[in-house]
C-alpha cells in the first residue's frame, strides 16, 4: 500500500515535472522520455521507495507504450 501511494506520488511529481517545464528546444522521443523516466526510477531505487523488479516493470511498460528497447 505505501509503496503504491509512493509510486503515484513520484509518478504525479514527474508529469508535473513534464507538464510545467520549460519548453525544450524539440519535443523529446519517446526513448529519452523513457530513458528520463528510468533515470527517476532507478533513483527510487536507490533511496529503497522501489525494488528493481518494480522499476524494471515500470520502464518496460514505458518503452512498450511509446516505442525503444523492450
Not at 45 to 64: K, N, P, T
Request: glycine letters at 8%; a neutral charge.
Amino acid at each position: 500500500m505505501t509503496n503504491r501511494l509512493i509510486i503515484t506520488l513520484l509518478l504525479a511529481a514527474l508529469g508535473l515535472r513534464i507538464i510545467f517545464a520549460t519548453p525544450a528546444a524539440r519535443p523529446l522521443s519517446g526513448n529519452e522520455l523513457c530513458a528520463d523516466i528510468r533515470q527517476e526510477l532507478d533513483r527510487s531505487v536507490e533511496y529503497g521507495v522501489l525494488s528493481q523488479e518494480e522499476a524494471d516493470y515500470i520502464a518496460r511498460r514505458c518503452y512498450q507504450q511509446h516505442g525503444g528497447p523492450k
